[in-house]
């Protein structure tokens, strides 16, 4: 072996590593991906996790219906991160990605698609282009899911429109008919006049209109206290509104029983006429402002519920109206008199139905006025009716005053337009029913909400919901089997039908509803149960898509194979955006407690919204209006991203994010994660470099015993195990943001800034299988092999090349994939908190000296520390000792040529970080090792090697001499 000063290098044991720094992780993923399809690794993980503790995170079905967005990746990735931590610890954690496939926005698709042909087309036609169109989605959203890493059973997911999912629907309906909580009544229900359809509160969006606000006077036609003067007629009930356009539906006057209200005489500033009219006291003022009415006077009060018995002339129908009273009416605007139509307002049916006034709607399905309508009114639109009756109470003098209003009004989920309030015969669950509201309440109670506040929200929601309607006319969805007697009318649907048609949809379809006449649908036997005939017409409702998925509890939980997938009821988790706390949480929860009496979840995960840098809504339309069309960055879609970052740089920047809030994306985000990626994998690169020397470093073989480890070594794992304990804490509780922040603090502080810096002259310059190196290279190990444990489920694909480099022979029986590994356990061998706290002042005593080491190089002293020298002084007798003790180590990992401990130095500055020293760094007076580039006294020392030191001397003949023995190391 050659000792010239050239040779020397060939002695050192140089970092070496065909582990590339560059990523590539756009073309490297997809083959990532490739191989774990072609292994079956989902199949894998189910066979080796067989038989342990179940942990179910059900999938809600996200829609099938467009590309993934942001909002998608968001939540499918946090998703994986929790199942595969599950797995990670060993639980049997299967997941089952699903879709929402049926419902209005795919059917409204394939109508517009279809255009003037779709009326050609009937349901069962119209159904089949809604299957191919839903599929075509799931199928691309699975590839765009699975693209980002997501792992799970995507060769066999649970689709709504499968056979056995629908019969599962139809299945807790049955059980819901059993027990009484279904019926059927016409109701003022939201209603969308563009689709034609009822919507569900959670199908609802809010946005500011301008709305025409109105105050009209409806003459009074008894009741007025005869103490105020005048006769009934004299007077005037001043009502306010802005839906001008539900005034032919009027049929009452709501005041509150407690509220005082006012008879006001006051004189018209137009007219001069004197007027008399009725409103709540506290509003008086705020009121004849409106009209700039500033003489007037208040003849009399009284409580409203004196007003229970008085009545009114409708403004222009020959129609009397009635007061009555409600707890709802406030008076903080308005006039304290609320112009109440049963059929289109919630709270005006409900006030109906306790004074026994019908839920009358002269409107059609498409928003139109019907023929019951004044005739000025009919085939308007009730939006285009608004001027309309505007100008007929000014002709009229019924108009006290008009003035446009900008307010929140509700909009359809899908139209994007205006909605109404409709009064039609439609399907609904009864709420309070067998005490269901506060038995759900009860079971809200008994589950885990992440954030905590997840439980007030849904508490308030399920707390003031009225009865779900479930019922909508449309064809793409599952029908509500429902039977109509031809003779009576009467509808008919009991359990025992359902469960027959639930079969027959197990094996058919739903389907067979839309294609077969009714009579081969009717069970055998069936008459009707008011007049005994025996011939019926099918219904042509179908469920509410919030029903369809929120059924899924019985298909996918509690149904076994193969009429299901049996996971395991009740799921030990649902993760889903905040919105389904009125969404699918909640038909969840109504639906299984009302079929099955518990909760279908036993914790529940909420995650924000995404959201641009600003705080901005993130969506296709709102980001070109910002940016441009074609110039919005790629990191506000999810496909897009992927191709260009990488899936495991978008899952870090997802688990770097707190989730409970809205989610701020933008370029300065995935910035800063695609720079803590190759921070982690530079890391990781470094750890692989000095394991991959000329003979692998074994963990079986090579591994010595914890007591001959270099303290540093033992130092550092006992940190490792102090970062186990802490990311299984904040796994376990889902902070997956803190994750990430104590692993790359470990990587950036303890390993690159700190550890692996001082043990790069023993890794290098020490003997290849020495103690000192072998020592080292352990806690190399140890640390690659945790680190890519715990990044596991965060990087999933990079965890994995990892995985495959980790030393080990067949011996330690490491599994084929990190995925099939268990999380790994602190050593309890490396809990040394003596240890600890020593290394705690060491290290803040390192601090302050590469503090006056830096000055040194500023000042063109050194190039490097290697060439320093320091002086440590303290009066501390305690902290001398520990220094005098440690001077080796502190010269090795402030990478100097040697450290001097004094009780008192007259050039020492005082320390920072360990105020009880003071620090002097010098130029060392010794010379450079040719080979370790360190400053010893003991260069030249040996004259067989005089650009040696002593260290480098014998390493240097060691290795001569194992050459001479065996020439294979010495060609090495």
Known sequence: MSTDATGYKATLNLPKTTFDMKANLTQREPQRQAQWLQRDLYGQIRQARRGAPVKVLHDGPPYANGEIHMGHLLNK?????????????????????GWDCHGLPI????????????????????????????????????????????LGDWQRPYLTLDHRYEAGIVDVLADLVEKGYVFRQKKAIHWDIHDRTALAEAELEYQDITSPSIYVLFPMTSGVPSCWGGQPEDWSAMIWTTTPWTLPANLAIAVHPRLDYAGVRYRDPETGAERRVLLCQSLVAKVMAE??????????????????????????LDRTGRFVLADYVAAEDGTGLVHTAPGHGAEDYRTGLAYGLPAYCPVDESGRYTDDAPDWLRGKGVFEANPLVVQRLKEDGTLFHSAPVRHSYPHGWRSKKPIIFRATEQWFIKVDHNGLRQRVLEQIGQVTWLPSWGQRRIEAMVSGRPDWCISRQRAWGVPIPAFRCQKCGHWHMSAATLRHLRDLFRQH???????????????????????????????????????????????????PPPDGFGLGYPATMYLEGSDQHRGWFQSSILTAVAAQGVAPFQTVLTHGFIVDEQGEKVSKSEMEKKYGKGKVPVIFSAVPATETYGADVLRLYVASMDYADDVRVGETGIKEASEAYRKIRNTFRFLLANLEDYQRFDPERHAPQPSDLVELDRWILGRLNALIRDCEASYNAFEFYRVVQKITQFVNVDLSSFY??????????????????RSAQFALFRLHDVLTRLLSPILVHTCEELWERLPGSAATAKPESVHLALAPQPDPRFDDQTLADKWTTLRAVRSDCLRELERLRQSKIIGSSQQGRLAIATADPQLRGL??????????????????????????????????????????????????????????????????????????????LAASLDPMKGSS
């Not at 509803?513 to 099918?538: I, M, N, Y």
Request: proline letters at 6%; a negative charge; charged letters at 25%.
């Open 77 to 97: 990735v946090l998703k994986d991160f929790v199942v595969r931590w599950w797995t990670l610890q060993g639980y049997d954690s299967p997941y089952v990605p």
């Open 107 to 150: 059917e409204h698709k394939v109508v517009r698609d279809l255009g003037p042909k779709a009326r050609q087309l009937d349901a069962s036609q119209i159904r089949q282009l809604c299957h191919e169109e839903a599929m075509k989605w799931v199928n691309i959203q699975s590839a765009q899911f699975q693209r980002l890493g997501v």
């Open 291 to 316: 009209r700039s009415v500033s003489q007037y006077d208040i003849v009399g009060v009284c409580k409203g519920a004196d007003l229970e018995i008085a009545t009114y002339r409708h403004v222009f």
């Open 509 to 559: 379809g739903a389907d067979a509803w839309f294609s077969r006449p009714a009579s081969e649908l009717v069970p055998p036997g069936l008459t009707c149960e008011a007049c005994g005939h025996d011939q019926f017409d099918k219904g042509s409702d179908i469920l509410d898509v919030w029903f369809e998925s929120g059924a899924s509890h019985r298909a996918v939980l509690s149904q």
């Open 756 to 773: 692996l810096d001082a043990i790069k002259d023993r890794l290098y310059a020490e003997l290849p299988e020495g103690p000192e190196r």
């Open 883 to 960: 220094l005098e003790s440690s001077r080796d180590a502190l010269a090795t990992v402030c990478v100097v040529s040697e450290v001097e401990v004094v009780a008192d130095h007259p050039e020492a500055v005082p320390g920072v970080d360990e105020p009880r020293i003071r620090v002097f760094a010098a130029k060392s007076p010794h010379r450079r090792c040719e080979r370790c580039w360190n400053h010893y006294a003991s260069v030249g020392s040996d004259p067989r090697h005089p650009d040696l030191c002593a260290r480098c001397v014998r390493v240097v003949e060691r290795l001569a």
